[in-house]
């Protein structure tokens, strides 16, 4: 049998009208003297007609008379209840949740364990000593704060609860703000003043270039 | 019940609690107040703080610029932008004792210069002002209220 090393690479490509026009042009030409590509395309050819003949009498054989008289009635159908559509999710589910039980007591378990320990430690970490952030600007020139003490106010020595005199749970529930620490950048000398209002469970802190600022 | 349906409740009971204890939250309330002394126009907004302010300030005019009500978790920084450039960033740190801590950090500026710095503990159910430096216009108040939306710790 005559062979030709088109018919393999070029034909189904010329077939499949995927060749661009110059080599497109070549092959028809090469086709008209070329007898195994012309056996070869007439075989893709007729191999695709038969395919689509197949597929067309398989759509054919399908029975579509009652499909939009299904879709109705599907539609017109109660949806069904929500106990039901739980169920049914859960079914779908069940495969992912048949651990057994020895497993799900170890994840209870862990899980009870487990996210106490990381909130008790984000807390400790929080409710510990503030450090500054690091991106803060360092204080420049004389720049701690000169505290002026008012006739109602704390002392704010930049400290913990106990070195302002908090020793016990009863001062710590008193109604006035406890300062733990503070501190003000900027060139100069700052007072910082602050004062409990007690008639509006307040505290105001007035940072000014002087005692006098803010009356109290 | 089976066994197994019985795990997994107590399953799904301790992570709802886990989700629950995690989803603990505070309400930051910030008030920004301008006094001034170029009129004697008082917000009206700033009633019920009217007899604090007239009595702990020199100025004749009280008026809210700007108020923020932000959810935050216990330990995240929140960020809030006032007037004239200022920034303020709020940790609500804990709440123990019917108290609120946090710590409080003022900047200013496009290029964030600190002004102050201060951790600080105060009643859930009190309030705390910051006063800055009087300006020529007058001077910024601002007033930070709290509402923790969980159980008491």
């Known amino acids: 049998m005559a062979t030709c090393s088109h ?3 070029l034909i189904p490509l010329l077939h499949d009208n995927e060749l661009q026009s110059p080599l497109r042009r070549e092959m028809v030409t090469h086709m008209a003297t070329c007898v195994t590509c012309t056996r070869t395309f007439s075989l ?3 191999e695709q007609e038969l395919f689509t003949q197949v597929i067309e009498e398989r759509v054919d054989s399908i029975d579509f008379s009652g499909f939009w008289q299904t879709v109705e009635t599907k539609l ?7 106990a039901l559509r739980l169920r049914l999710w859960y079914e779908s589910w069940r495969p992912a949740w048949t651990f057994p039980v020895p497993a799900w007591a170890v994840a ?5 364990l487990g996210l106490p320990s990381l909130y008790l430690n984000k807390h400790l970490l929080i409710t510990s000593n503030p450090s500054p952030s690091p991106s803060l600007t360092p204080p420049s020139q004389g720049i701690v ?3 002026a003490p008012g006739p109602m106010e704390k002392p704010q020595e930049p400290s913990l609860f106990q070195d302002v005199g908090l020793s016990d749970d009863q001062e710590r529930n008193s109604n006035q703000a406890q300062i733990e620490s503070i501190c003000t950048y900027g060139s100069g000398a700052v007072a910082i003043n602050i004062y409990y209002d007690y008639e509006s469970n307040s505290t105001v802190i007035s940072c000014g270039n002087s005692t006098s600022e803010y009356p109290q | 019940m089976t066994p197994h349906r019985l795990a997994q409740l107590c399953f799904a009971l301790t992570l709802l609690w886990a989700l629950h204890a995690l989803a603990e939250e505070v309400e930051l309330h910030i008030e920004t107040v301008l006094a001034t002394n170029s009129s004697t126009r008082f917000d009206a907004r700033l009633q019920d703080l009217k007899p604090l302010l007239v009595r702990t300030f020199r100025y004749t005019s009280y008026r809210l610029v700007q108020e923020i009500r932000q959810q935050a978790r216990w330990g995240e920084e929140i960020k809030v932008a006032l007037p004239g450039e200022r920034q303020m960033q709020v940790i609500p740190k804990a709440h123990d004792h019917h108290r609120i801590s946090l710590q409080v950090m003022l900047r200013e500026g496009t290029n964030p210069t600190s002004l102050l710095n201060a951790s600080l503990s105060f009643p859930d159910t009190g309030t705390i002002f910051f006063a800055g430096r009087e300006q020529k216009d007058g001077v910024l108040i601002i007033r930070i209220g709290t509402t923790a939306k969980e159980k008491e710790q």
């Open chain 1, 145 to 147: 704060p000169e505290i």
């Open chain 1, 44 to 46: 893709l050819e007729r």
């Open chain 1, 108 to 112: 209870t378990l862990l899980l009870s």
């Open chain 1, 76 to 82: 017109s159908e109660p949806m069904p209840s929500r």
């Open chain 1, 7 to 9: 018919a393999d690479r």
